[in-house]
């Protein structure tokens, strides 16, 4: 393949509408690639599910993308990513670029000298978190907080409402009250309630993962020459698993325009 001539897609999976958080930025810093993307939403959400049961829809899921002719497959959940990454890497021959919650430069950020991590169980129970933790989270002390209900809210497109409002404050207003200075954002489907959180808690920052995967893997496409052609002209095609209709029905709540769903396919 020529240098910056693979017309081939970027695949990208989560369990629903999450990680078009990182599309979103992919797509900012790499606007000429085609991007398939798989919503799960049969079996949303993951956070809850043992990681067996995960790890085996990953395996799945990129399976139908390697078919799909994806170059490289952004695994863009972070629960997907610690029950599943690791394996992926070694079953299949496509690079993948996995998530990682921004605990180190939360560490570093904080003047407080603690950060909450808003995630769901099935990330705070896998080993990529406590390694991640143990190697860059030992000058900081660290608030686990799980998400209840937060990434149904976002699936449902309610990501700056009153029920969005009142829930991210339920989740963090202990952490902050204790002198949280940072959340970071351990799923997805959080990154859009960054503006909800900003809201409820202004004096507190907050860490996503979206752009930091999403320059990884423009790297990783430019590392092994899989750019795609200087004329191409991006695009979205959706593979839904589940409810297609109630999956379109969110994107636009997100700030995606309907005609950013024409691909869709079940």
Same mark, same amino acid.
């Given at each position: 393949?020529?240098?910056?001539?693979?017309?081939?897609?970027?695949?990208?999976?989560?369990?629903?509408?999450?990680?078009?958080?990182?599309?979103?930025?992919?797509?900012?810093?790499?606007?000429?690639?085609?991007?398939?993307?798989? %919503?799960?939403? +049969?079996?949303?959400?993951?956070?809850?599910?043992?990681?067996?049961?995960?790890?085996?829809?990953?395996?799945?899921?990129?399976?139908?993308?390697?078919? $799909? *002719?994806?170059?490289?497959?952004?695994?863009?959940?972070?629960?997907?990513?610690?029950?599943?990454? +690791?394996?992926?890497?070694?079953?299949?021959?496509?690079?993948?670029? *996995?998530?990682?919650?921004?605990?180190?430069?939360?560490?570093?950020?904080?003047?407080?000298?603690?950060? +909450?991590?808003? +995630?769901?169980?099935?990330?705070?129970?896998?080993?990529?978190?406590?390694?991640?933790?143990?190697?860059?989270?030992?000058?900081?002390?660290?608030?686990?907080?799980?998400?209840?209900?937060?990434?149904?809210?976002?699936?449902?497109?309610?990501?700056?409402?009153?029920?969005?409002?009142?829930?991210?404050?339920?989740?963090?207003?202990?952490?902050?009250?204790?002198? %949280?200075?940072?959340?970071?954002?351990?799923?997805?489907?959080?990154?859009?309630?960054?503006? %909800?959180?900003?809201?409820?808690?202004?004096?507190?920052?907050?860490?996503?993962?979206?752009?930091?995967?999403?320059?990884? $893997?423009? $790297?990783?496409?430019?590392?092994?020459?899989?750019?795609?052609?200087?004329?191409?002209?991006?695009?979205?095609?959706?593979?839904?698993?589940?409810?297609?209709?109630?999956?379109?029905?969110?994107?636009?709540?997100?700030?995606?325009?309907?005609?950013?769903?024409?691909?869709?396919?079940?």
């Amino acid at each position: 393949m020529l240098d910056g001539m693979d017309p081939r897609p970027v695949g990208m999976f989560d369990s629903g509408v999450g990680g078009l958080s990182v599309f979103r930025e992919f797509r900012r810093l790499a606007p000429r690639e085609r991007t398939v993307y798989f %919503a799960d939403t +049969a079996f949303f959400p993951y956070g809850p599910r043992d990681p067996g049961e995960v790890r085996k829809r990953a395996f799945a899921i990129a399976d139908r993308l390697v078919d $799909a *002719g994806a170059k490289l497959i952004v695994v863009a959940c972070n629960t997907a990513s610690a029950a599943a990454v +690791a394996d992926l890497r070694q079953l299949f021959e496509v690079p993948f670029v *996995g998530m990682v919650p921004a605990v180190k430069p939360a560490a570093r950020a904080s003047r407080s000298g603690r950060v +909450a991590i808003l +995630a769901t169980p099935g990330t705070f129970d896998g080993e990529l978190y406590s390694s991640v933790v143990d190697e860059f989270g030992k000058d900081a002390a660290i608030d686990r907080v799980v998400g209840h209900d937060l990434a149904e809210l976002v699936e449902r497109g309610e990501v700056d409402t009153p029920a969005a409002r009142e829930a991210v404050r339920a989740a963090l207003a202990g952490p902050v009250a204790s002198g %949280a200075d940072i959340v970071v954002l351990g799923c997805t489907h959080y990154e859009f309630l960054a503006p %909800a959180i900003t809201a409820e808690f202004p004096g507190v920052s907050v860490l996503g993962t979206g752009e930091p995967v999403a320059k990884r $893997a423009c $790297a990783r496409l430019a590392e092994l020459d899989l750019e795609a052609p200087l004329d191409a002209e991006g695009a979205l095609d959706l593979i839904v698993s589940g409810n297609r209709d109630a999956f379109l029905r969110t994107l636009p709540k997100l700030g995606f325009a309907p005609r950013e769903a024409a691909e869709a396919q079940s």
